[in-house]
């Protein structure tokens, strides 16, 4: 018999067997206030829980100030949630409570069919991880009472932001949002 056939019959298999994996594998839905209609039969997944982890002026100069930051990002499922990016926005309220001082994004979002080197997270179910980052800031003649704020002990912060993140992989299910704002 010729081999090709074989090939043939394998591939058809294969793809059968990866189809069946793909239509009938669990699902689980994370419920939007929008929409209030569910997958029947699939469990509820609850959205992930954000903290501000750390937040604090590192060092200080005249020309430079640097700030750590932190946020712990837990997972209360028991399937694992891969977390794209985290954008944020930092605002010291008592220098301006509408004029941003910094930002930043942690992580990155996928673009295209396949991306090499992506930075994004996995995040097992039920644990928990830390996102880090750390802001400099040029220092300016134009802004000494920020200076003089970073430079006392006892700053009021503001950070809000968004998490994006998919429940198990980046081509299942929809893409979430988890929007957050903390005051320090």
């Known amino acids: 018999m010729n081999p090709k056939i074989f090939v043939g019959i394998a591939v058809a298999v294969l793809s059968m067997i990866l189809g069946g994996i793909l239509l009938v594998g669990p699902t689980v839905v994370i419920p939007s206030q929008e929409d209030s209609t569910q997958i029947e039969g699939s469990p509820e997944a609850k959205p992930l829980q954000i903290e501000l982890e750390n937040l604090s ?34 605002f010291e309220t008592d220098y301006s409570d509408s ?19 992506s930075n994004y ?8 991880i830390i996102l880090k980052d750390t802001i ?4 300016s003649e134009n802004t000494p009472e920020l200076w003089t704020i970073l430079k006392d002990d006892n700053q009021s912060w503001r950070v809000s932001g968004d998490v994006f ?20």
Do not use: C, W
């Open 121 to 128: 997270y996995t995040l097992l179910g039920e644990n928990s």
């Open 165 to 184: 993140y998919n429940l198990s992989s980046m081509t299942s299910g929809q893409e979430n949002v988890l929007h957050f704002e903390f005051t320090k």
């Open 57 to 90: 002026v590192e060092s200080i100069s005249e020309r430079t100030a640097k700030i750590d930051i932190s946020f712990k990002i837990s997972n209360p499922n028991p399937r694992a949630v891969i977390v794209q990016t985290m954008d944020y926005q930092l």
């Open 136 to 139: 400099t800031l040029k220092g």
């Open 99 to 117: 004029e941003q001082i910094s930002g930043g994004s942690i992580g990155s979002r996928p673009e295209g069919m396949v991306e090499f080197g």
